[in-house]
């Protein structure tokens, strides 16, 4: 099992920026990959950018492409996503997510419980 634990959320203004973290807990030896996606009421759960294990596989969405980046440590304990130039579009809530492989070489998906960000006009 592998258990994420979100942090970093707030309210603030079109234009500012704000780090959200993600700390990994169990077996994490096991975590293939972390991500954050986030999610707007009503609307299903969209991609925001991904860390593979080593720093290998870094992805974005377009939609935040050149403004986030996404880091974490090799050893999958943490994961960050640093946000800049915050739009009102980017309100939601930002779930992390981890990838892991289970003893059946299988893969399981895991989430956090969330945090939100609001971006106001």
């Known amino acids: 099992q592998v258990q994420l634990v979100e942090s970093g959320g707030g309210l603030v203004q079109t234009g500012d920026s704000l780090r959200l973290s993600c700390a990994a807990s169990?077996?994490?030896?096991?975590?293939?990959?972390l991500a954050w996606f986030r999610q707007v009421p009503g609307r299903d759960r969209e991609f925001v950018a991904a860390?593979?294990?080593?720093?290998?596989?870094?992805t974005y969405a377009d939609s935040v492409q050149g403004r986030f980046t996404i880091s974490g440590d090799n050893s999958m304990n943490a994961v960050y996503l640093q946000m800049r130039d915050l739009q009102p579009e980017d309100t939601a809530i930002y779930y992390c997510?981890?990838?892991?492989?289970?003893?059946?070489?299988?893969?399981?998906?895991?989430w956090g419980q969330g945090t939100q960000v609001t971006v106001s006009s």
């Open positions: 997510s981890a990838r892991a492989i289970n003893v059946l070489r299988t893969e399981d998906d895991y």
């Open positions: 860390f593979g294990r080593d720093g290998h596989g870094i």
């Open positions: 169990g077996r994490t030896n096991s975590i293939l990959t």
